[in-house]
T-cell receptor, first 112, second 114 residues
């Protein structure tokens, strides 16, 4: 399954399939990006980050891709599990800035 | 994993009343933040705090809001005269001394203004 972030805020994916969540960021000066996962009633939880000098970074079952040319960030989740059901936010920051700015979020629902 | 602790978990207050939301950041972390999330919406930046002063604040953080770290441990957000539209989840976050590192978030305080 694949989403386009702000334009498609929900994603339904079959358990075991791969998920792709997209995010368009706004600030050309941003050089640091994070994906957060937020489960119901909880605070955002760090998943993976990437700096602007990279275009790909892999973690456990997750991969983040960064395309600075079009200011696009994506999160790929391999073999999606029921526990992956949550809202996923991308966040951007810069070396000259103290804050992280969050995107609108994509709700991922995993079907058994 | 490091933990940011927030109290209370839920606060109900009458419109016009003052509320104080409390956060115990991770020890040795130097950058602190407050964010809010209105139900069903994205997480919005309110304010950042470093070296005992505000580093940056958003348009949301008007004169009704203030932050302080009175005892070097607790980090508080005060809303002087709450409005209905202040109802939201308020998250505290902390980062260590390096800017380009993840921010750890607390579990949040749900503020309901009635």
């Amino acid at each position: 399954g694949e989403s386009v972030g702000l334009h498609l805020p929900t994603l339904s994916v079959q358990e075991g399939d791969n998920s792709i969540i997209n995010c368009a960021y706004s600030n050309s000066a941003s050089d640091y990006f994070i994906w957060y996962k937020q489960e119901s009633g909880k605070g955002p939880q760090f998943i993976i980050d990437i700096r602007s000098n990279m275009d790909k970074r892999q973690g456990q079952r997750v991969t983040v891709l960064l395309n600075k040319t079009v200011k696009h960030l994506s999160l790929q989740i391999a073999a999606t599990q029921p526990g992956d059901s949550a809202v996923y936010f991308c966040a951007e920051g810069s070396s000259n800035d103290y804050k992280l700015s969050f995107g609108a979020g994509t709700t991922v629902t995993v079907r058994a | 994993e490091p933990e940011v602790t927030q109290t209370p978990s839920h606060q109900v207050t009458q419109m016009g009343q003052e509320v104080i939301l409390r956060c115990v950041p991770i020890s040795n972390h130097l950058y602190f933040y407050w964010y809010r999330q209105i139900l069903g919406q994205k997480v919005e930046f309110l304010v950042s705090f470093y070296n005992n002063e505000i580093s940056e604040k958003s348009e949301i953080f008007d004169d009704q809001f203030s932050v302080e770290r009175p005892d070097g441990s607790n980090f508080t957000l005060k809303i002087r005269s709450t409005k209905l539209e202040d109802s939201a989840m308020y998250f505290c976050a902390a980062r260590d001394g390096r800017l380009n590192t993840e921010a750890f978030f607390g579990q949040g305080t749900r503020l309901t203004v009635v």
